[in-house]
């Protein structure tokens, strides 16, 4: 009796129509093969494996639309140019302006980065300080990292500057939240983002709570700064906003 042959071809036909796929989906499209026959396979086919969920998703590598983070979502799935979750977290500490807290990491990442960056110090692949009673994460590169410290003491002293005296905290958030109706529909949106930054994981959430926005708007103004995007002169992108109405 002949061996069963599996066919890379499959795998391919697969991600084409799915975008994304499990290893279980992988090895029912090739018969209810081994993990180690699809794992052999997918070695022929250039591939991501998803940071998130635990690495369970495959994706073609010409498939995805990395931002200049090198980040990519699709439905919730995500993927970096980077690898795996601690290659990518090490990845963006060490090119980061000012390094990392825990909790702006997870805001970035969408996903929960404490015990990456732990093994990553533990493994002297990023250097960490605790500053404020919270651990802050930088390169390991002595010139690198002075330059990241650097610029986080300015973030440091721009943060933790006292509000205006005898402002309460309805005040502020009122005050707050009538700034950004001035602002335009871009710039609420980056606003919004910043905030969900500094909140860290959660932060969507919290910031459209905070300012009257929906989550979605708050995730894209995030998504965007995260990506260093800009249009000069610009509000929406080409084609945005509302359409003119007929005669």
């Known amino acids: 009796m002949r061996p069963v042959r599996f066919s890379a071809d499959t795998l391919v036909a697969l991600l084409r129509r ?9 090895r029912a499209a090739l018969g209810d093969c081994s993990p180690r026959t699809v794992e052999r396979k997918l070695r022929d086919i250039p591939h991501h494996t998803s940071y998130s969920h635990g690495g369970r998703f ?3 590598a010409d498939q995805p639309q990395f931002d200049a983070r090198g980040l990519w979502s699709f439905r919730g799935i995500r993927f970096s140019v980077h690898g795996n979750l601690l290659d990518t977290a090490a990845a963006l500490v060490r090119d980061s302006r000012a390094g990392y807290r825990v909790q702006e990491l997870d805001a970035l990442l969408q996903v929960r980065c404490g015990n990456a960056l732990r093994k990553l110090s533990a493994r002297a692949r990023v250097a960490r300080e605790r500053r404020g009673g919270r651990y802050w994460y ?3 590169e002595p ?22 005296e005898g ?27 910043w905030e969900s930054l500094r909140r860290g994981y959660g932060g969507d959430r919290r910031a459209a709570a905070l300012l009257g926005m929906h989550p979605a708007t708050v995730a894209r103004g995030r998504r965007e700064l995260a990506a260093g995007e800009s249009l000069p002169g610009r509000v929406r992108r080409p084609g945005g906003g509302r359409k003119p109405v007929g005669n």
Do not use: K, N
């Not at 799915?18 to 992988?26: C, D, E, P």
């Open 138 to 140: 930088h390169a390991v």
């Open 58 to 60: 495959y994706t073609l």
């Open 167 to 193: 402002a309460g905290r309805g005040d502020l958030d009122v005050a707050l939240r009538t700034f950004v109706q001035a602002l335009d529909e871009r710039q609420r949106r980056w606003f919004a983002g």
């Open 18 to 26: 799915q975008i994304v796929a499990t290893m279980l989906q992988l």
């Open 143 to 164: 010139p690198r990292g002075a330059r990241q410290r650097s610029t986080r003491d300015a973030w440091d002293a721009l943060e933790d500057r006292p509000p205006g």
